[in-house]
């Protein structure tokens, strides 16, 4: 038996949530791997899956949570024993696919990483799915050739869970980072992560007037989109690279395509969910290497299963600062 918030949804279309006590025999059987999950994180979809909001989720009942770190308990795939740390993110766990809100999991093997030696399965969901795509947005902008000589990078959204993260990186990495929020209070925190200098939501949040405005940025990693997606792209300096990483602001785009034509701007799409085991396995690698592991302890706040209702709702509004770390065993 595991203990599991379970979602579920009533025929005249109401949304609950529950904690359950479950029999092993109603994981999925597609899988091959069950882990003993440890922690598992908040993040904007599993605002979405708890409301019922977003068409996320298919089929009722459902245990959201889309990601989470613990040991494998039983392994029909020989790259895995029990006793192996194990992460996963992405693959729609959470989603299409029951997932870490509870304290076990059965997964394909396919879809898993082995924990890096230096990080706890609590410091891999402090990371969790939002670190992850940070650390991915960080990598591609350097793929295109951003360096810290070649100026300012822009976060928005830095106060979230994707911006916090990207923040802390660039700024061990050596970057001048620029944090935009919409929240003047969370100044002292953006600093205290690595932030150079705040930016008001406000000043990129306006329509769109000029295709091209100022060279500002260096580099960009967005995870707003919308409007303040479409103000970056014409502040970028030449040859620079936005990595969109969220559509908080709004799918559409009212951008030109000035600044790719004539300064050379790349639009970057970084999708964590269905990612080349190589690339998962590196950027894991370099969460370890890059991330100041000792400043995750200030981005985190700590929840249990109980808390996650409140927390999802409170995340869909905007108004969770930093990684919700939830300890499935509390």
């Known amino acids: 038996m595991f203990k599991a918030l379970v979602v579920d949804k009533s025929e005249d279309g109401v949304v609950t949530s529950a904690i ?52 494998v308990e039983q392994s029909d795939d020989a790259r895995y024993n029990p006793g192996d740390k194990v992460i996963l993110t992405g693959w729609r766990v959470g989603e299409a696919w029951w997932g870490g809100y509870a304290q076990k999991a059965r997964v394909k093997a396919d879809w898993l990483v082995p924990l890096p030696k230096r990080l706890s399965t609590q410091q891999a969901m402090a990371v969790g799915t939002a670190g992850f795509t940070a650390m991915l947005a960080v990598m591609a902008l350097e793929d295109h050739g951003l360096s810290s000589e070649k100026g300012e990078v822009l976060v928005t959204g830095a106060a979230g869970g994707v911006g916090s993260v990207a923040t802390s990186i660039l700024a061990k990495l050596g970057y001048d980072v620029a944090g935009v929020t919409g929240r003047p209070e969370t100044a002292d925190y953006l600093k205290s992560i690595g932030a150079s200098r705040v930016v008001a939501r406000e000043e990129l949040n306006e329509t769109v007037k000029r295709p091209l405005e100022s060279e500002t940025w260096a580099g960009c990693i967005d995870a707003v989109g919308g409007n303040m997606l479409a103000r970056v792209l014409g502040q970028m300096k030449y040859g620079g690279s936005v990595a969109a990483v969220g559509l908080a602001g ?4 009212p951008a030109t395509v000035i600044p790719f034509l004539l300064r050379g701007v790349n639009l970057l799409g970084i999708d964590s969910v269905m990612q080349p085991f190589e690339n998962r396995q590196r950027a894991w690698q370099r969460v370890v290497s ?27 509004k905007g108004s969770v600062q930093g990684r919700v770390v939830v300890d499935v065993n509390a």
């Open 290 to 316: 890059d991330l100041p592991l000792d400043k995750l302890e200030a981005i985190v706040q700590p929840a249990k299963l109980s808390d996650l209702p409140e927390l999802g709702a409170a995340i869909l």
């Open 250 to 253: 709004g799918a559409n785009l």
């Open 20 to 71: 359950q006590e479950l029999d092993d025999s109603r994981l999925p059987l597609d899988g091959n791997v069950t882990v003993a999950i440890e922690y598992s994180t908040v993040n904007y979809k599993d605002g979405l899956c708890l409301t019922g909001s977003g068409g996320l989720v298919r089929n009722y009942p459902h245990i959201p949570g889309i990601d989470f770190a613990g040991v």
